[in-house]
């Protein structure tokens, strides 16, 4: 595949990077996945804004505009012929002459991009939908999980738990039992018809399927959303438990911690909001 390093696009194989990228050596950066079927992008605004404020967050001063990226990610997709694609970009520090933790100056932020093929666009049939099962762990990450950080080391080894034990997904929950998010997606419980989702604090990031999710909903459906805290009882007796994410859009869960979610079938309202998030996604 092609990919963008620093100024160019090249082959995958070609792209090199200094061992001494602080990136690698730290994990000192910023990340986003941008998805895109048949070559439109979802969120491409949002992505962008929350890759730029993360990057102010942590200090890295790249200087590109929104026009800048979406002229990358534009020709990237582009070079690998268009589908269904995951856009992934990250920036880091750049590669220092010594490895030191103080930030350092003069150091040129590394660029790096790169597609990857993504499964089609969720379609609201219950009947060819992906359904998930899920345990869960207290979360050990650290406090700033709204920083989307390059270092995810915490998130994979969450992940890997759930992964080990059979599952797709981890869901994670703070010191007073309130879920947080799972590894690598946001979390929703449903009971009687009404959605709640945990608020947006240090304790998730703000994802952008929520974003598009939460508006969407608040348009063009009668439901009833909450963002608050939620217990993890409530997510054992939900009716309907839900992932968001880039890649998975609105993704269901069956099984939670070896039991059935509701009557251990996809529920009736993920129905409606996926299909209100199929309509209107861009
Ligand atoms: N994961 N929470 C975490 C910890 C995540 O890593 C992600 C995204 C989300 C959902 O955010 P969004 O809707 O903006 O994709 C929530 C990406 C896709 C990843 O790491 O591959």
């Not at 690698?24 to 910023?30: E, M, P, S």
């Not at 920036?91 to 597609?115: I, L």
């Not at 650290?142 to 797709?168: D, P």
């Amino acid at each position: 595949s092609i990919v963008f390093l620093n100024d160019s696009f090249m082959p995958m194989d070609q792209a090199k990077i200094s061992p001494m990228d602080r990136g690698f050596l730290f994990g000192d950066g910023i990340y986003e996945v941008i998805p895109t079927y048949n070559g439109k992008m979802v969120g491409f605004a949002p992505h962008i804004a929350r890759m730029q404020e993360g990057l102010g967050l942590i200090g890295i001063n790249l200087g590109w505009t929104e026009a800048k990226w979406r002229d990358v990610v534009e020709t990237l997709i582009e070079k690998n012929d268009g589908g269904n694609l995951g856009v992934y970009l990250h920036v880091s520090r750049g590669a220092d002459v010594k490895r030191s933790h103080a930030y350092p100056e003069n150091v040129t932020p590394t660029v790096y991009a790169f597609a990857f093929e993504i499964p089609p666009a969720n379609v609201a049939d219950k009947s060819v939908t992906k359904t998930y099962k899920v345990n869960s762990t207290e979360d050990l990450r650290w406090k700033r999980c709204h920083i989307k950080s390059t270092a995810l080391l915490g998130n994979v080894m969450h992940y890997q738990q759930g992964f080990a034990e059979g599952c797709n997904e981890t869901l994670l929950f703070n010191a007073n039992n309130e879920l947080t998010e799972a590894s690598a997606c946001n979390v929703y419980v449903i009971k009687d018809g009404v959605i709640a989702t945990p608020p947006l604090d240090n304790q998730i990031l703000p994802g952008i399927t929520r974003l598009i999710l939460l508006d969407l909903l608040a348009k063009e459906s009668s439901l009833k959303v909450e963002e608050r805290p939620v217990t993890m009882e409530e997510v054992e007796n939900a009716d309907e438990i839900w992932l968001t994410s880039s890649s998975k859009e609105v993704a269901p869960v069956i099984e939670f911690n070896g039991k059935a979610v509701g009557n251990g079938e996809i529920g009736d309202v993920w129905l409606i909001a996926q299909s209100i998030f199929s309509s209107g996604k861009y």
